[in-house]
C-alpha cells in the first residue's frame, strides 16, 4: 500500500518538473505517464485530469507560502522588517518549490480562465491581501511613502521577488532578500 503515495508523490514531482519547462499546455497526460513509467490510464487512476495535477501542485505550494507568511506575521516586527521577512519567506519557498513558482507564474491566466482554479486563486488572493496589509500598515504609521499606490508597490516588489527565481541562483535567499528589500525601501542612488 506504501506504493501509492510515492507513485503519486513521483506524478507531482514529474508533471511540475514538465509544467515549468514546457507549459501546462505543452505537456500532455502520456508524457506524464512516460515520465513515471506508467500507462495513460493508469494515471487517471491518481488523478482525474490533468488539472486536478496542477490543481494540487499549486494547492500545495500557495499553501506552503501562507504558512511561512503567517510566521512572519506572527513575529509582530516593524513594517519593514515583516517586508524584508515576507521577501525572504517567498524566496525560500521558491527555491523549495521552483516548479511550482514557474507554473504559477507562467500559468496564472490559464488558471483564471477556469472556475476549477477558484480555491487555487483565493489564496492567491490571501498571499496579496498579506503584501498589502503590510504595506499599508507601513504608509499608515510613516514608515514607507504615501505617494506611491500601495497596490504600485506590491506588484513591483512581488515580481522582483516571484521572476528572481528565473535568473538568482548562487547566493542563498537571505541574501537576496535584503538586496530585494534594500532597493525597495532605501533606493539604488548613493548616499550623499
Known amino acids: 500500500m506504501s506504493e501509492q ?3 503519486r508523490g513521483l506524478i507531482l514531482a514529474s508533471a511540475a518538473e514538465m509544467f515549468a519547462r514546457k507549459g501546462f499546455g505543452a505537456t500532455t497526460v502520456r508524457e506524464i505517464a512516460d515520465a513515471v513509467g506508467v500507462l495513460s490510464g493508469s494515471l487517471y487512476h491518481h488523478f482525474e485530469s490533468k488539472d486536478a495535477i496542477v490543481e494540487e501542485i499549486l494547492t ?3 499553501d506552503a507560502i501562507q504558512a511561512q507568511y503567517a510566521e512572519v ?3 509582530g ?3 519593514a522588517q515583516t517586508l524584508h521577512d515576507l521577501v525572504l519567506a517567498s524566496l525560500r519557498v521558491a527555491n523549495e518549490q521552483p516548479n511550482a513558482t514557474a507554473i504559477y507564474q ?3 491566466q ?3 480562465e477556469q472556475p476549477r482554479f477558484g480555491d487555487v486563486l483565493a489564496a492567491a488572493a490571501n498571499v496579496q491581501q498579506t503584501w498589502l496589509k503590510v504595506i499599508e500598515r507601513g504608509v499608515a504609521d510613516g514608515a514607507f511613502r504615501d505617494d506611491i499606490d500601495p497596490r504600485v508597490f506590491y506588484r513591483l516588489i512581488r515580481d522582483a521577488v516571484w521572476l528572481s527565481v528565473r535568473w538568482h541562483h548562487p547566493d542563498p535567499p537571505a541574501k537576496l532578500a535584503g538586496e530585494i528589500t534594500s532597493v525597495f525601501l532605501d533606493g539604488f542612488a548613493a548616499g550623499t
Open 73 to 75: 506575521l506572527d513575529h
Open 106 to 108: 507562467n500559468e496564472l
Open 77 to 79: 516586527t516593524t513594517p
Open 5 to 7: 503515495p510515492d507513485r
Open 60 to 62: 500545495g505550494y500557495l
Open 110 to 112: 490559464y488558471l483564471r
